[in-house]
Nanobody, 116 residues
């Protein structure tokens, strides 16, 4: 059973930084990619960015230059470094894993609240 657990969320002032973690466990079909999503209050869950098995990353335009995704394969953990956070980026942040067998898994989410 593959499980993903996000952590690191919290309250941050506008312009501040936060680092989220997504720890995985279980047997994962490799190679696999991972992604971060977020759901703001009253909105849909949207992609923030992803990282491939080879370490390539891609981000939505709104976070480019401010957010960075990386992964530590030895620790089976993915990270999301968020800098210069904006209040409107208040959301529940989720991580997703897409295995080579095309099965995808989701974490329970971690709340990030930006204050102005």
């Amino acid at each position: 059973q593959v499980q993903l657990v996000e952590s690191g969320g919290g309250l941050v002032q506008a312009g501040g930084s936060l680092r989220l973690s997504c720890e995985t466990s279980g047997t994962i079909s490799s190679p696999f990619s991972m992604a971060w999503y977020r759901r703001a209050p009253g909105k849909t869950r949207d992609l923030v960015g992803y990282i491939t098995s080879g370490g390539s990353t891609n981000y939505v335009d709104s976070v480019k230059g401010r957010f960075t995704i990386d992964r530590d394969n030895a620790k089976k953990t993915m990270y999301l470094q968020m800098n210069n956070l904006k209040p409107e980026e208040t959301a529940v942040y989720y991580c997703e894993l897409l295995g080579a067998d095309q099965r995808d898994y989701w974490g329970q989410g971690t709340q990030v609240t930006g204050s102005s």
